[in-house]
């Protein structure tokens, strides 16, 4: 079956120390993306990746890096410079820029700072 | 600031009613919208789309309508079941999907 993972589901971190999340998808789609769910403020757009070797910051890319070696794998590092990661975080992927059938999304990760 | 905006954070409903929930937008260049139903600790599934050269979407129990000049859209649920009891987000497209802020729906029996 194809499908996005997202792993783990949930993450511990102490404070301090720079954590990665990982997402893999097999359905061939060009374009990834990193969302953070937080109580009251829906999705919000971390980092975009819409071909190998290129990505660029969404509106809250403070704190967060990505890399895209693989059209299959983005994986997002939390940095101890993101003063609030504790939140759920969403990967998804699209298959054209247009994405005129919208994103097929991870399960998610819930990612709590202790 | 916000592009898409979802100004009832709730909403209840009996089931066999209609839900209607709603959706507002600042960017008249956005060409096109989504709408996604999430579970709690799950990813949102897409629902219903609808193109900006249109003014309404029909899929089974679902409809959404756009109104470009007022920049709304809405998305009706006929009849509502408690399994449609999830939070619903609205998407525009612009290069990348926008979301707004969502509403829980509750269906109750």
């Known amino acids: 079956d194809g499908g996005i993972t997202q792993s783990p589901k949930y993450l511990f971190r102490k404070e301090g120390q720079n954590v990665t999340l990982s997402c893999e998808q097999n359905?061939?789609?060009?374009?990834m993306y990193w969302y953070r769910q937080d109580p009251g403020q829906g999705l919000r757009l971390i980092y975009y990746?819409?071909?190998?070797?290129?990505?660029q910051k969404g509106d809250i890319a403070e704190g967060y890096s990505v890399s895209r070696e693989k059209k299959e794998s983005f994986p997002l590092t939390v940095t101890s410079a993101q003063k609030n990661p504790t939140a759920f975080y969403l990967c998804?992927?699209?298959?054209?820029?247009?994405?005129?059938?919208?994103?097929?999304f991870g399960s998610g990760t819930r990612l709590t700072v202790v | 600031d916000q592009q898409v905006k979802q100004n009832s954070p709730s909403l209840s409903v009996q089931e066999g009613r209609i839900s209607i929930l709603n959706c507002d937008y600042t960017?008249?260049?956005?060409?096109?919208f989504l709408w996604y139903k999430k579970y709690p600790a799950e990813g949102p599934t897409f629902l219903i789309s609808?193109?900006?050269?249109?003014d309404k979407n029909e899929d089974g129990r679902f409809t959404v309508f756009l109104n470009k000049s007022a920049k709304h859209l809405s998305l009706h649920i006929v009849p509502s079941q408690p399994g449609d009891s999830a939070v619903y987000f609205c998407?525009?497209?612009?290069?990348?999907?926008?979301f707004g802020t969502g509403t829980r729906l509750q269906v109750f029996p």
């Open positions: 998804a992927s699209s298959s054209d820029r247009r994405a005129n059938y919208g994103y097929t």
């Open positions: 359905l061939n789609h060009d374009a």
């Open positions: 998407a525009a497209y612009d290069d990348k999907l926008i």
């Open positions: 609808i193109s900006s050269i249109k």
């Open positions: 960017n008249s260049m956005f060409d096109y």
């Open positions: 990746s819409q071909i190998v070797n290129d990505f």
